[in-house]
Nanobody, 131 residues
Framework: QVQVGESGGGLVQPGGSLRLSCLAS?????????LGWFRQAPGKEREGVSC????????TYAESFKGRFTISSTNAKEMVYLQMNNLKPEDTAVYYC???????????????????????WGQGTQVTVSS
């Protein structure tokens, strides 16, 4: 049984950092090819942040997150982290982890998550950036 769960959200001041963690258990390497992070701000559509390949550890970032956010995973390929630096109020959102059937790619971040084949979502963790 596949289970995905996030932790590490909270309240942080602008300019601060936060690291999100996600445990995805019960995954088959030949079925779930990537782990990824997405977010949804109030009143906005969900958007892809980053993903990491469970095959070779390669990463993909949505353009607007390059430089401030870093995705990483353990050798066991079931834990994935999102290090977020220099946080801004506009980063306030619910952050979701996902175990993804697709290969880690811009397609998975931009389009694939909209499909029924996409994968398994976590319940989300709230990140609030405010002074």
């Amino acid at each position: 049984q596949v289970q995905v769960g996030e932790s590490g959200g909270g309240l942080v001041q602008p300019g601060g950092s936060l690291r999100l963690s996600c445990l995805a258990s019960g995954l088959r390497l030949d079925d779930y090819y990537a782990l990824g992070w997405f977010r949804q701000a109030p009143g906005k559509e969900r958007e892809g942040v980053s993903c990491i390949s469970r095959i070779d550890g390669s990463t993909t970032y949505a353009e607007s997150f390059k430089g401030r956010f870093t995705i990483s995973s353990t050798n066991a390929k079931e834990m994935v982290y999102l290090q977020m630096n220099n946080l801004k109020p506009e980063d306030t959102a619910v952050y979701y982890c996902a175990a993804i059937h697709y290969y880690c790619s811009e397609y998975a971040l931009q389009t694939g998550w909209r499909t029924s084949y996409f994968g398994t979502w976590g319940q989300g963790t709230q990140v609030t950036v405010s002074s």
